[in-house]
């Protein structure tokens, strides 16, 4: 069990678990900046013009500790900050992938900091504080899997992707997303899949060997932030998400008709702000959402929670 906080960074990800072990997992993470160009759509809120900061939003409901630090992938929208992130909490766990990926003083920055790829290089071949570890699909261990007697539970994160050879392609190819984490989370029986910005390569392997694990699940984060680009054509038919939640991309970019088209459930950074999912619900996963205007059109009763500092919307 656990509380899962999808925030809102713009055009990034970056995503909380509080575990019922008392744990904390953050899986990518993505500096605030405001920007104000967005493609008006149907339903747009505008909540990507008011991004939360990631370590203040973890210092306001008090952590102090990290236990895991998960990168999906050594993209910058998913590591903008990590400098930051570290420097402001006790960082237990680093997991990492293999990548060979190079940037370089030729290489355009843009929004990024040089400081948090130069960081990242430094930490990532750390022997000490934190443990780098480089976990494959099918692994199992102590903690996030484990419990301490050796059976499967503990945290719940059960990973179906990368696979070595699935980053020796990225690679040699230098697309660093199908070297992407694809985490399951597995709590209460329901089912989370946390997909990074994981694309065909890779959702071919995880149907081909993982089906039944990833059939029929409660919640979606999308690959690649909802974008076309994420996934493959056969993935969405297999999952089939009673919720899928996308990140901020501008909307000519995002994939709303794979959706649509299935009448799948889903809503986005942009129209909720941040998007939290308590596990410990007596009926399922309580969703609230931190934008109060959409949580009260989507759900005309919604109610305020102070603890989780959100307005409910739905159970799943």
Not at 57 to 76: A, C, K, N
Not at 109 to 116: F, L, Q, T
Not at 173 to 199: M, P
């Amino acid at each position: 069990m656990g509380v899962i906080h999808f925030l809102n960074v713009n055009e990034g990800d970056c995503t909380w678990i509080h575990h019922a072990s008392g744990r904390n997992t953050v899986i990518d993470v993505s500096a605030a900046t405001t920007i104000t160009e967005f493609a008006s759509t149907s339903g747009n809120h505008n909540q990507k013009n008011y991004p939360v900061n990631p370590v203040q939003y973890l210092h306001d409901f008090g952590v102090s500790e990290i236990f895991r630090f998960i990168l999906t992938h050594p993209d910058m929208d998913h590591m903008d900050g990590i400098k930051a992130l570290f420097d402001g909490f006790n960082v237990l766990n680093f997991w990492d992938t293999e990548n060979t990926k190079v940037l370089d003083d030729s290489s355009s920055w843009g929004k990024y900091k040089k400081e948090d790829w130069e960081f990242y290089q430094k930490i990532r071949k750390s022997t000490s504080a934190p443990k780098v570890l480089h976990n494959y699909s099918g692994s199992h261990a102590q903690y996030y899997n484990r419990d301490e007697n050796g059976k499967s539970g503990a945290d719940g994160l059960y990973i179906l992707a990368p696979t070595k050879e699935l980053v020796a392609e990225a690679n040699n190819s230098g697309d660093y997303n199908d070297c992407s984490y694809v985490i399951l989370y597995k709590t209460n029986d329901k089912k989370i899949i946390f997909a990074g910005d994981s694309a065909e390569k890779t959702w071919n392997y995880i149907l081909e060997n993982h089906k039944e694990d990833v059939t029929d699940v409660d919640i979606l984060l999308a690959p690649h932030h909802g974008r076309k680009t994420g996934g493959n054509s056969d993935y969405l038919d297999v999952l089939r998400p009673k919720l899928t939640l996308f990140g901020n991309a501008k909307s000519e970019y995002l994939d709303y008709a794979a959706w649509n088209n299935r009448k799948s459930d889903h809503i986005t950074n942009n129209q909720a702000n941040c998007i939290i999912m308590d596990t410990f619900g007596k009926g399922g996963i309580d969703v609230y959402v931190t934008y109060e205007t959409f949580a009260k059109k989507r759900n005309p009763k919604s109610t305020y929670n102070e603890t989780l500092k959100a307005w409910y919307i739905q159970t799943i």
